[in-house]
């Protein structure tokens, strides 16, 4: 247990006293249990998901108006997002900008093309959630954010020195991999006219495991500035990925 708060309060605002005893704090044997590992971390950001999610969730049945329902529902979503997850996830699309063009001294029209490029990518996650409330779909976001976490956890946890081998290099997904199969496969037993949504997580679990291979070659761990900034790019390059998929699937 202290290891998934460990790892939810890495990956949130919430902090939970976990009481440790005199012989933990003397500097017992039980210290390195206490860090999280990747698979923690997945668990602990999709719980994140899902509180925002049923809060979504919660608004498309209250309202009737579908439109309505899924403006609303989508400023619930983000608004309990923004309120539980870590500040540093804020700054992915700043970081990402910054990285398409950096530097400090840029024309006029260079940075016109900057302050567009920022606001679309500003819009773009929400856009895309709407989308979803909009569809009566939004479970789907609880395997996207288990997925983006797989691949942020991927591609920033690569100097972990306890764990060499097969054995314990894919928890992070196989944790994923679970959500993503009961979440999708629940949505299609709730929704019948969303039969496809199971096999549509499938392959999104597939695409997710490919995409870290993709994202290095551009923008390795190791330029950026901090771990932060690069898990901020990392989840939102992942979500973004997975939201459109799972659309592009939902559409066909």
């Known amino acids: 247990m202290k290891v998934f708060l460990s790892a939810l309060a890495t990956v949130s605002r919430v902090r939970i006293d976990q009481n440790e005893t005199p012989a933990t704090s003397a500097g017992g044997g039980s210290q390195p ?12 950001r999709t719980l994140l998901a899902l509180v925002a999610t049923l809060a979504a969730a919660l608004v498309l049945w209250m309202v009737k108006d579908p439109l309505i329902a899924a403006l609303l529902a989508t400023a619930a979503f983000v608004a309990v997002r923004f309120a539980l997850t870590a500040s540093y996830e804020h700054d992915g699309t700043v970081a990402m900008v910054q990285k398409l063009r ?18 679309l990518l500003l819009v773009l996650r929400p856009l895309a959630i709407f989308c979803l409330c909009l569809r ?20 920033t946890t690569t100097d972990d020195s306890s764990a060499t081998g097969l054995a314990a290099l894919p928890r992070h997904w196989l944790a994923a991999a ?12 709730l929704s019948p006219d969303r039969d496809g949504m199971f096999i ?17 070659k551009f923008w390795p761990a190791r330029e950026f500035a901090s771990l932060d900034q690069a898990r901020a790019v990392y989840l939102y390059l992942g979500e973004i990925a997975i939201l459109g998929l799972g659309l592009l699937g939902l559409a066909l």
Not at 35 to 42: E, L, R, Y
Not at 104 to 119: D, G, H, V
Not at 136 to 155: K, Q, R
Not at 178 to 189: Q, W
């Open 178 to 189: 679970g959500i993503v199969l009961v979440a999708a496969g629940m949505g299609s037993r």
């Open 200 to 216: 549509l997580g499938i392959l999104a679990t597939v695409f997710a495991w490919l995409l870290p291979a993709m994202i290095t």
């Open 102 to 119: 950096p530097g400090k001294t840029l024309s006029e029209t260079e940075l016109y093309y900057r302050n567009a490029i920022f606001n």
């Open 136 to 155: 009566y779909s939004c479970i789907w976001l609880v395997p996207c954010a288990a997925l983006a976490t797989a691949i942020m956890t991927e591609l």
């Open 33 to 44: 249990d206490s860090t999280p590992g990747a698979a923690w971390i997945v668990l602990a």
